[in-house]
């Protein structure tokens, strides 16, 4: 009778353990949705995982891949309504709501809460589309941008970032909230920026230690950990300061630009829809951008010009030498070789370069 009872014990810890293991390491139920469809993808666009989930008769789905690498991930309706989870490879994630008004009520049984990204990503659709309703007005072609106009949208702008700057980071939410709050942008405008909010980064960078094993984390984590010796090292290099002769070959030296009053910008070849650029506005003012590229290296004829390319092998040096952290950066250097502003944007350096060209 025991060994009969032993056996009896033995199989269903079997069964118990049997089970566990075939988990899915996502998976739920969405009611209403029989039949549709969910997309998966990672939020990290260093990954390429991009599945399509069904939806099955009785309103669930799974999702069972060779190998989860932990990270965020975004599940998303045909119509653009989405929701992140975590998935670390080792807890299953559970949902269970409603699928014709998801995400909303949804609830996630995971390693982490998911309502902090939920919330978030609702203020950053509405930031993006008070940003947008300002920008289509200069589609119109009644809208003859002129010095008063294109000012006066950037203020919208600038003021439509204050508003949702302050509303958008989670003060007291999770870490990875916190982390992505600080990532979120519309279109090549951060709603927070290194320099700007480094307390801010600093104090997420510390807190997101324990979850360095998800990519996103990664990421994060490699973007800001020289922070703090940029930061001591950017102190030579703020306004008022004098901007340094750095040569960088043999037809690169800033000194050149002494003497001038100049708006030097610097950018990346992998994202060279940046802010715009700022062209020669005055005879005064010299107009320079330098821009990171892996591939080729162009010689400038002169200072006044859009664009030159510079080799990787000199961009660290250029990096460290001006305190970047974050691209693109700009400077605006007085004749005597002051900087006068230091990554202002927008109706800032607007502001900047019309006092500087009327002294």
């Excluded at 309706?77 to 559970?94: F, H, N, R």
């Excluded at 801010?200 to 703090?228: C, D, G, I, M, W």
């Excluded at 700022?278 to 107009?287: A, H």
């Excluded at 605006?332 to 060209?357: K, P």
Aim: with cysteine; aromatic share 8%.
């Amino acid at each position: 009778m025991i060994r009969l009872l032993q056996a009896f014990v033995f199989l269903l810890l079997l069964t118990a353990c049997g089970s566990r293991t075939e988990t899915p390491p996502l998976s739920g139920i969405l009611w209403g949705g029989e039949g549709n469809r969910i997309i998966l993808q990672s939020v990290s666009d260093s990954l390429l995982v991009n599945d399509t989930l069904l939806i099955n008769h009785v309103g669930e789905f799974q999702w069972r891949p060779d190998t989860v690498i932990p990270g965020l991930y975004k599940l998303s309706k045909y119509t653009g309504q989405s929701a992140i989870v975590v998935l670390d490879g080792i807890e299953p994630v559970v949902l269970d709501g409603q699928y014709f008004n998801f995400p909303e009520l949804l609830s996630v049984n995971g390693p982490v809460p998911s309502d902090g990204f939920l919330h978030i990503d609702k203020l950053a659709v509405s930031w993006r589309q008070a940003l947008e309703s300002e920008i289509v007005a200069t589609v119109d072609s009644n809208w003859i941008p002129n010095r008063a106009r294109v000012a006066l949208l950037h203020h919208k702008l600038d003021s439509i970032d204050q508003n949702y700057h302050a509303l958008v980071f989670p003060q007291n939410g999770h870490p990875l909230s916190q982390m992505y709050a600080l990532l979120q942008t519309a279109g090549n405008r951060h709603l927070y920026h290194l320099i700007a909010d480094s307390v801010l980064f600093v104090s997420v960078t510390h807190a997101l230690q324990p979850y360095s094993y998800l990519t996103e984390v990664k990421h994060f984590l490699r973007k800001t950990e020289n922070l703090k010796k940029v930061l001591y090292s950017r102190q030579r290099l703020v306004p008022g300061a004098l901007f340094p002769d750095l040569p960088i070959n043999d037809s690169l030296n800033f000194s050149d630009l002494r003497g001038q009053m100049a708006y030097l910008e610097i950018s990346d070849a992998s994202r060279q829809k940046g802010p715009s650029f700022i062209s020669n506005r005055n005879d005064s003012l010299v107009s320079v951008r330098i821009l990171f590229d892996t591939i080729s290296a162009l010689s400038p004829k002169g200072w006044d010009y859009s664009s030159w390319k510079i080799k990787e092998n000199d961009r660290v040096r250029m990096t460290n030498d001006l305190g970047l952290i974050q691209l693109p950066s700009n400077f605006v250097i007085d004749t005597s070789g002051v900087i006068i502003a230091r990554d202002v944007w927008n109706s800032q350096l607007g502001a900047v370069l019309e006092q500087l060209v009327k002294k």
